[in-house]
C-alpha cells in the first residue's frame, strides 16, 4: 500500500494534468483525498488542475475554429451529441461554459461547439479560465473536506467490491438514458 501512495505521490500530479486536460474530475477528487491523507499537497492539485482544464478547452476550442475539417472527421459520430450542445448553447448562453464543466458527456464537445461558430475566442478564454477555477475549487476542496467520509466509502466498497459496479452500472445507465433521449430525432 505504501508503494501506491509513493508512486502517486511521484506520478499523480502528472496523471491530474493529463487527465484534467480532458474534463475529468475523478482524478481531482481523488487528488483532493490524497491530500486530505497528506499524501498529496491540495493547492498544488487544485492549480494543475484548474491550468489543465482551461488549457484543454482552449485547445478544444482552437482546433474547432481553426482545424474544422480534422475536428469533424472525430466527432463524426457524435453529430446528435454536437446538436444538443449547440442547443444548450443557445438556451443557456455564456453561462454553458461553466455549466459544462459538470456535465459527463458533453463537457468536451461544448467548446467545440463553441469553437464552431463564430464566437470570439478572447470572451471564451476568459470565461473559460474563470469556469475552471470554480470547478478546480470546487471538486478540490468539495473532495478534500468529505476526504474521510469518501475513505470510509472506499472501504465499504474494499469490504463489499459488488457495490463499485453496481453504482457505476446505474450513474451508466442514467447518462446514457439521458443522453439517448435527449439527442434522439424528434418526429412530428
Do not use: C
Amino acid at each position: 500500500m505504501e508503494d501506491t501512495f509513493s508512486n502517486l505521490a511521484t506520478y499523480g500530479y502528472i496523471g491530474l494534468f493529463l487527465y484534467s486536460l480532458g474534463g475529468g474530475f475523478v482524478a481531482l477528487i481523488g487528488a483532493g483525498v490524497l491530500s486530505f491523507l497528506g499524501k498529496m499537497d491540495l493547492t498544488y492539485s487544485i492549480a494543475i488542475a484548474f491550468f489543465a482544464n482551461a488549457l484543454g478547452d482552449v485547445l478544444l476550442f482552437y482546433m474547432a475554429r481553426y482545424h474544422k475539417a480534422t475536428m469533424m472527421d472525430g466527432i463524426r459520430k457524435h453529430r446528435r451529441k454536437l446538436a444538443l450542445s449547440h442547443i444548450m448553447m443557445k438556451k443557456y448562453g455564456s453561462w454553458i461554459i461553466l455549466i459544462q464543466k459538470y456535465i459527463y458527456g458533453i463537457k468536451t464537445l461544448i467548446p467545440i461547439a463553441i469553437g464552431l461558430t463564430k464566437y470570439d475566442f478572447k470572451k471564451f478564454a476568459i470565461l473559460n479560465v474563470f469556469s475552471a477555477g470554480v470547478w478546480a475549487l470546487t471538486f478540490g476542496l468539495g473532495s478534500y473536506y468529505s476526504g474521510n467520509a469518501l475513505v470510509k466509502f472506499a472501504e465499504i466498497i474494499g469490504d463489499k467490491p459488488w457495490i463499485a459496479p453496481l453504482v457505476l452500472v446505474v450513474l451508466g445507465g442514467t447518462l446514457w438514458f439521458y443522453l439517448t433521449h435527449a439527442t434522439k430525432k424528434r418526429t412530428k
